[in-house]
């Protein structure tokens, strides 16, 4: 996960007062996508002297849907000048900033929205992710904290929390982060996936099997946990268990190729030359070259063998496929 995808550009449009016509009217222009109207109507609006704000923040949003970044800035200035209080200005010209990768320009204005507004967990989020960007960890580790204890579901301060403890050399604390996430959480997969990392990391593999194996739990339809699964229950020396738990996850994936090569190699490593024909068959059968590497190896072994029998099958199986 990126520091980048916390963030959500805010293009919203206010409630016109009573009267405004213009401002009315450039409103409804934008809310319609029809922004170059809406661009032209709110300069009406200023001439008309309708609440220069608000028109002046709209301005901003405008000018970014149309990617004149440089104008965004300038009309967000201009809201600003016009209210200082107008926490939306500060907060969209502070993620705009962020999205040019301008984290100064970002950490500086959105501070000042952060002053107006200090239990905005959106901008807490937001403004931790800056301090990050900068190496401001100091920073950004307690307005993390602050933000969960405001709200605890906010999902992107444990990944933002884990992120930074990555960064600064302390996994353990990094684990600790995701494993405070919450388990009614929208992303407990992306959380299960990256604890069996962080344990096979360590080398407890015991550890990673167990998340990997909570994670096919959450998520039946991913294929790739089943493979980490086990290659981390072959690397723990449980072979006949890795090669039951592939099984059983090919006869649901059954194209899963890679799987199919992978319990393979296990089987032939260990000497179990019936299942590691089967395995390879199936990921040959759905175009993995490695399949027909193993059968050839199969092949080369029985002919060692001397046993034309199944020299004679393997050879079938090849030309067949």
Not at 60 to 87: H, K, V
Not at 243 to 253: G, H, T, V
Not at 306 to 312: C, F, G, M
Request: charged share 20%.
């Amino acid at each position: 996960m990126t520091q980048k995808t916390l963030i959500i550009v805010l293009l919203m449009t206010l409630s016109a007062l009573h009267g405004q016509n213009y401002l009315v009217k450039a409103n409804e222009y934008y809310q319609a996508g029809k922004v170059k109207k809406a661009i032209k109507t709110y300069y009406q609006a200023l001439d008309n002297n309708e609440n220069p704000a608000l028109v002046y923040f709209n301005l901003g949003n405008a000018y970014f849907q149309l990617d004149s970044m440089s104008r965004a800035i300038i009309n967000y200035q201009l809201s600003i000048e016009e209210a200082p209080e107008f926490f939306r200005a500060y907060l969209n010209l502070g993620i705009l900033y962020y999205n040019l990768d301008d984290m100064a320009s970002a950490a500086s204005t959105l501070e000042q929205a952060y002053a107006l507004d200090p239990k905005n967990t959106q901008l807490m989020l937001i403004l931790a992710s800056v301090y990050s960007n900068l190496d401001e960890f100091s920073l950004a580790i307690p307005l993390l904290e602050k933000t969960l204890d405001i709200d605890p579901k906010m999902d992107d301060c444990y990944f933002l929390l884990y992120e930074i403890n990555r960064k600064i050399g302390d996994p353990g604390e990094a684990k600790t982060w995701l494993e405070r996430y919450p388990k009614n959480g929208k992303r407990l997969t992306d959380v299960y996936q990256l604890l069996g990392e962080l344990s096979e990391e360590a080398g407890n593999l015991s550890e990673a099997a167990l998340y990997y194996s909570k994670l096919i739990a959450v998520a039946p339809d991913r294929r790739w946990p089943h493979y980490q699964l086990v290659r981390i229950m072959y690397l723990s020396g449980t072979i006949l268990s890795a090669i039951q738990q592939a099984q059983w996850a090919l006869e649901r994936f059954g194209d899963f190729s890679e799987l199919a090569l992978l319990a393979g190699n296990i089987a032939y490593e260990n000497r179990l030359f019936g299942r590691a024909e089967k395995f390879y068959t199936q990921a040959y059968s759905h175009g993995n070259a490695g399949g027909l590497v193993g059968l050839q190896n199969l092949l080369q072994h029985y002919k060692i063998q001397q046993d034309e029998k199944n020299i004679s099958h393997i050879t079938d199986l090849i030309i067949m496929r």
